[in-house]
Nanobody, 120 residues
Framework: QVQVVESGGGWVQAGGSLRLSCAAS????????MGWHRQASGNQRDLVAT???????FYPGSEKGRFTISRGNADNTIHLQMDNLKTEDAGVYYC??????????????WGQGTQVNISS
């Protein structure tokens, strides 16, 4: 079993910055990718950014250029640096961890989420 814990949410004014962190823990886990997803009230959970075990990053939406996903100094940790925040960036941010078992099967684990609120 893998535990995923997010931190760093809170209130910020539009144009400001926040840094989210995610830590994954478990016995002998082999992480393939880690990523951040955002769920605004009543909406689906959308991918914001992802990073592979080799450090490749992907930003599918308008966050590219404003958000930066990176690996932390500690094993199995990532950060999401969010700059020039907009009101539409508000929501619950979830960390997703994809692992591969010894048999090659992929598993997904999610954290409980951290709330990001942005005032105009």
């Amino acid at each position: 079993q893998v535990q995923v814990v997010e931190s760093g949410g809170g209130w910020v004014q539009a144009g400001g910055s926040l840094r989210l962190s995610c830590a994954a823990s478990g016995d002998s886990i082999s992480i393939v990718t880690m990523g951040w997803h955002r769920q605004a009230s009543g909406n689906q959970r959308d991918l914001v950014a992802t990073i592979t075990s080799t450090g490749s990053t992907f930003y599918p939406g308008s966050e590219k250029g404003r958000f930066t996903i990176s690996r932390g100094n500690a094993d199995n940790t990532i950060h999401l640096q969010m700059d020039n925040l907009k009101t539409e960036d508000a929501g619950v941010y979830y960390c997703r961890v994809t692992t591969r078992s010894q048999t090659g099967r992929l598993y997904e684990y999610w954290g409980q989420g951290t709330q990001v609120n942005i005032s105009s």
